[in-house]
């Protein structure tokens, strides 16, 4: 149990050895830094530390240790969904700056950076990372956590492409994981998420891709059922270079947006493909031979930097290894009434599935689809589950008491196995948590 006591132990530690910024319950900037973005977590840490570098992140890893707080890691909140109610929160979004080598084709980044950053520095050299669908969210924790890319079909999850991590044990040691040094580290960190210490540098593969199709077509929601169905029947045959979506949605209305989708229900087409234009339209054209005309069509060649498909907000999150006709039936049950909420169905596999050996534990890699919902549908729920595989995607899930259905059993164990050598007692456990093996002593300490 914690206390002011404990606030003030960590407190004094800290303003003798910290160069970053403290902020207590009450001071200017505290509600600011303290909130996540995922907007139900309403977080009340007894103190939030803004980190300057790696020296403040081992002094209040320590600090907290010493003082029995709770410790949580955030940079720009997105992947938060555990409260560090009295605790220490430890704001590393200031470390932020990064290095690119195009030679190598890699980059290298403060636990603070952002996809926008990165995007941006590789455009010149025609490279990219497996970034997400927002340049605003945080390479770090979207990383750990996975990371679903729309290039990720033709080049993995973007922790696959993880080369090198410096991390700040729970002991307070800086130690670099990679395939030869810390490799059960290394392997942890692809996938784990936060649970093994605190991330200062992340290295990671970019990839040559300098300019993509990408864009969006809409359909009348009312042919819904029969192009899902053709979508389906397509998807063995797509490379990896393509990845795709299909949106149930509501279009606002909005003069901005043209006449013929503006205040109406849609079904969209979202597509991303690394190569020509015309083999992109070569390849859709089957889709569009059964969904007739689009009421919308925006495909383009472009640089992967203005490139920005979006992702629908996921509420409910369901991984599919099929889609056989009930699934589809169901779906439209749900998603087909104008009030119905925003579904989308995303095309995984590729790469994804064909990990190289070593590969970390991130995401279900069986998964063929993914059914996204941005309002919980417990009827959808029911009727998908016999096609799914039960399992979750950490970037994707809310609830941090379903961390385990975010990997295999075989991952799983193995995950806690890594936890219980580089953090025992479980300091970084205000996360997605997966808990040490079993009961550690001191003795049970990395050495």
Not at 27 to 40: I, V
Not at 52 to 78: I, K
Not at 189 to 202: D, E, K, Q
Not at 350 to 378: E, F, N, Q, W
Request: charged share 20%; aromatic share 6%; with cysteine.
């Amino acid at each position: 149990m914690t206390g002011s006591g404990s606030t003030s132990t960590a407190e004094r530690r800290l303003r003798a050895r910290f160069d970053g910024a403290l902020h207590l319950p009450g001071d200017a900037g505290y509600d600011r830094l303290r909130r996540s973005a995922f907007t139900p977590v309403d977080p009340r840490p007894a103190l939030v530390a803004e980190a300057s570098g790696v020296q403040d992140v081992q002094a209040a890893v320590v600090a907290a240790r010493d003082a029995g707080l709770p410790l949580a890691v955030q940079a720009t909140g997105h992947g938060t969904h555990a409260p560090c109610d009295g605790g220490l929160l430890l704001r590393t979004s200031r470390m932020d700056r990064g290095f690119l080598d195009p030679r190598r084709r890699v980059a290298r980044v403060g636990p603070g950076a952002r996809w926008g950053q990165v995007i941006t520095a590789a455009q010149p050299f025609g490279l990219a990372p497996l970034s997400g669908s927002h340049a605003d969210v945080g390479v770090t924790g979207y990383t750990l956590g996975g990371g679903l890319s729309w290039l990720s079909r033709a080049f993995g999850f973007a922790a696959d492409s993880v080369l090198r991590a410096q991390v700040v044990t729970a002991d307070g040691r800086l130690v670099t994981a990679t395939p030869d040094s810390h490799p059960d580290l290394h392997w942890a960190l692809r996938g784990g998420g936060g649970n093994f210490g605190v991330v200062t540098s992340l290295e990671f593969r970019l990839h040559p891709v300098a300019r993509v199709v990408a864009g969006t077509a809409c359909f009348p929601a009312e042919r819904a059922g029969e192009i899902v169905t053709r979508y389906r029947d397509l998807l063995a045959g797509l490379p990896d270079e393509l990845s795709t979506a299909l949106v149930l949605t509501s279009m606002p209305d909005d003069p901005q947006l043209p006449a013929p989708v503006r205040g109406r229900r849609v079904l969209q087409l979202k597509a991303m493909y690394a190569g020509d234009a015309g083999q992109a339209r070569r390849l859709l054209r089957p889709l569009w031979r059964t969904a007739g005309p689009a009421l919308t069509e925006e495909f383009r060649t472009m640089p992967y930097a203005e490139a920005s498909l979006g992702g629908t907000a996921p509420a409910q999150v369901e991984l599919l290894k099929e889609l056989p006709d009930e699934a589809i039936a169901a779906i439209m049950r749900v998603a087909g009434p104008d009030d119905g909420p925003a579904v989308e169905i995303r095309h995984w596999g590729g790469i994804m599935g064909r990990p190289g050996p070593g590969a970390g534990p991130a995401g279900h890699r069986a998964t063929r689809l993914s059914v996204i919902a941005d309002t919980a549908s417990p009827a959808l729920a029911d009727a998908l589950r016999p096609h799914t595989s039960g399992g979750a995607f950490l970037n994707f899930l809310h609830d941090p008491t379903r961390t385990a259905e975010a990997y295999t059993e075989a991952d799983h164990r193995r995950l806690t196995t890594v936890k219980r050598r580089y953090d025992p007692f479980n300091a970084f456990g205000v996360t997605h948590n997966i808990p040490p093996a079993s009961p550690a002593s001191p003795a049970a300490a990395i050495a």
